[in-house]
């Protein structure tokens, strides 16, 4: 087994062109070999000393998240918890304290697990993956970049170089709850993010909403914007509620029963909404949602 | 009354484990040492009809490949149904098949893989209830011709049988104004210490040496000796630093089969467990538990009778698991005053891992199933829960339910307390509420040494037989004998775990090492203290009776200017007689059996003694649309007589509240179709962490029992993890309007109980 470090993005697009797989904070990957899910590649090139890759960058109508920018510094960044409250709320979530400082973004995104957390506020935000390789750059959304479990379409020679999240307009807001059953190290049973626009009058101009763990990818809840729009987020609750519990195809293992995830995923789509339309409203609810509000685990 | 207070209590190990610097066994190297790894069978229950070792032999790099065919063909366990490696059938999933020695981990695989292991699966036993009947598949066939100890009584798949019956329960419950019935059923749970085992063995000529992360070094070098077929004097065990045990590190596990593979290749062998092999392989697991109870009530809310059936889950090997049943009755049939009981317990074998004692075995599963119940009773009978507590449970001078008299016991003052320092009484809307349980557990006198020298500086040693398993036990010690002596803590330094330089003791196992190695170390410092004050009489020219040692001075009583310092006299006894003390002593004695109680198979002892009484208030907020259950305060309050280390002590409360919450919540051990576990990891298997830890009160009941611990004091480390489980049912129950029949209380479990309850 071979491991380079990288101190730029050329290092890196180089080394995957030469068949090494990339490492950040390590964590799924390290993790996973040692459990047994499959043994660490043969050549690894570690990609968290790449500076360009741990930037926040606000452009013209996007911010642009690099791929290396930790859990830590997701869930505490002003921009983000301003303006992307529901992917701090779901940075904030993440493991332990030492995850979170080691844990990346794009470790999150490009391991595509169908319970990740930052995936779900990620979709209802919009927001795009970068890729990269030595030949070409090109911008996928979550939706094509996710196929499965553990699945993207991304090609191996592919490093995903930042997140791309369009501005936020005036009067929205976002938040991300997790059903989880103690209050760290966990894993969510099932999760749901909500994005909200409202009108002056404070009823719901569009919105979206994503789900964690109820489906082999994140799932975006399919009209969910129509279901909800010139509606009041507290009317538009039970109707997004039964939506997530419908378009949910959740399995059953050791964390719930389908049955239970069926009936959960629901609670959380509710919860997520009310949150994100009060922080829409102006409200502010400290990240993470689940801590604040005591939801997920109650107060 | 005396009390030690130890105010500024410093655990002596505290700056090793916080820095790092502390070794523990998987840290040990030693110059050729080889790692071993063990081939398991991976099957619940098997036939097995071929071994072959040759290829794995052959691999470059193997040292030694062992199976039961290179040990001796014997027996152990407090039921002889184990051998060490397995023999013929294979009776659970993480039954040792071979041990290899290798170079190193990679080489010791290969061979694992070359190991030609074949076998004939047969069905597997996975159901306590099925497994009790009497056509049932047995796990062992001829099982009656295993030794055991002389009460275990046995029969089909009933590894351990226990009853206890006094008066008559079913004339008073065919007259009881209520009658109610309840089942419960807890699911089984692990120990989970942090540490997972390491054994690191060496021989020196035909001396052997141990280094394992044992509970109970003398136990372990005991199994040592009897499956290797050794002398107890040419087996050393020594523990470095334990990483927590939580009951999972007691009995003799690996230390055979490592010295086996040592003797095999003439170098020094290491094996570390990883986290899956800690879950899987040894014999200790909490037990699974079906648990039915049926009280007869007054009107008044007396309860004038009580049943209990009571099925344990052995697992496949008997391990130290025979006395269960009995511990199980105790705890079902409670703290309470009834005059008609009949309680009976059987300890069913499966195709599970074995059952073993896990920190206070079968009390948090019986206390929540009793206690569950018992806020049954007091809603038949419109009664408040707490109310009904202080009308039924056993106060001094009262009559518990195997007519033990108990002499004074604090146990009002606990329920009095746990329940003041509550939010009890408040109104806390619709979805907190605070629950509250009794619980008891025994204390175990038990044999125990140590010796203490001070040398010529005036500085001593205590060398213990105690083991510290982190509850800080060991490290009270010095201020037992620095007490003694008019010393300092500091003046003492401690030896300890090691079996060939201390004498036996029990080890950390049935909260008993203050109780009875307390004592020893205080025996052999007043050994000491008689020689010092011969000493100082010669010196001062006055009569030994008449020396008080304090402050590291011996003075002559009424002239405190007639004294010598401890450092002078102990001068002057390094160039003579010198200053060695010995302590052990008998144990207390156990009250007896009462002549009106009749009881079969008993393992234990129906008088309890010393024992401890606890109450456990809990609040919790609930989730009722997911079921999730935050608990948000305990309060507590023990009756572990006088507290001789509040620190130690709070830390033993605290630890036994948040373990009690994990199997209240979130801690289980899930079974698949072929008996096998399902969540044998940290990832699936739920602990509680510090961010769930909610705030939580103690209150000690410190009532001075006579003849037992040291200074009136009774054992502490299990009894916290007695009621917590059962206090968060109550809650729960409140909550939910009824209560949850299965243990975890999982959201899930919850969630689906409120569904019940609104249908
Ligand atoms: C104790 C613990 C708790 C956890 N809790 C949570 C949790 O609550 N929620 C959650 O969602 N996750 C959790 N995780 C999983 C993990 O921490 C996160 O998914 C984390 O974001 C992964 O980031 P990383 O930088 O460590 O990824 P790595 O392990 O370094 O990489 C993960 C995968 O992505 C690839 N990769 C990494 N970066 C790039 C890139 N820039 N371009 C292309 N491919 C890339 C790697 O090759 C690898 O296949 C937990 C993990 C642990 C160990």
Redesign the interface.
Known sequence: MSLAIANSIDDVLTALAGGARPIAGGTDLVVGAR?GKSPLPESLIAIDRVPALSTIEQTDGHVRIGAGVTHSRLMSDPLLVERYTGLADAAALIG?PSTRNVGTIGGNVMNASPAMDTGAPLMTLGAIAELRSVSHTRQLALSDLWTGPGQTSANPDELCVCIVIPQTPAYSGSAYVR???????E?AVVGAAASVVLTEDGTIASGRLAMTAVAPTIVELVGASEAMTGMAAVDAADVIASLASDQAVPISD????DR?RR??IG?MAARALDAAARRAGGERIGVPVNRNL?I???? | MTTTETPRFVRADGPDKVTGSGRYAADLTLTGMLTAKFLYAGVSHARITKLDVTAAKKVPGVLAVLNQADVPLVRFGSVADRTLFAHEVIRFEGEVVAAVAAIDAATAQKALDAIVFEYEELPVVNDIEAAAQPDSLLVHENWEDYAADDDVSRQGNIASFTSIARGDVETTLATADHVISSRYVADASHAVPIEPRGVVAQWEGDKLTVWSSTQVPFQARDGVCETLELPTNKVRIVVPHLGGGFGGKCGFHYEAHIAALARATRRPVRLVFSREEEFLAPDRRREGMIVEITSGLRHDGVIVARKARILLDNGAYSSDASFFPHMAVMHALGPYKIDHVYGEASSIYTNHQPSGSVRAPTAPQACWALESHTDELAKAVGMDPVAFRQLNTVDTGATGVTGQIYEEIGLQECIREAVAASAYHEDLGDDEAVGVAVGWWPSFPDASGAYIKVDSDGKGVIITGAQECGTGAVMTLPYLAAAELGMAPEDFEIVYQDTSAAPYDTGATGSQTLLNNGRATVEAAREIALQLKKLAAEELEASPEDIVLADGMASVVGSPDSSISIVDLAGIAADGEMLLGRGSGSPPESPTTPKTVSCVGDQGMNAWAGPQFSCHAVRIRLDRETGVVRVLEVNTAHDSGVIVNRVGASGQVEGGVLMGIGQALTERTVYGDDAKQKNAGLLEYKLQTMADAPPITIHFAEVYTPDMGPNGSKPIAEAPNVATAAAISNAIAKLVGRPVRLLPMTAERVWETLQDERA
């Open positions: 459990q332990s059903l989880e059953y103690r209050r760290a190290m894993i050791l964390r719930g029963s239970y009936h959960t609670v005591g997920g685990a109650a107060r």
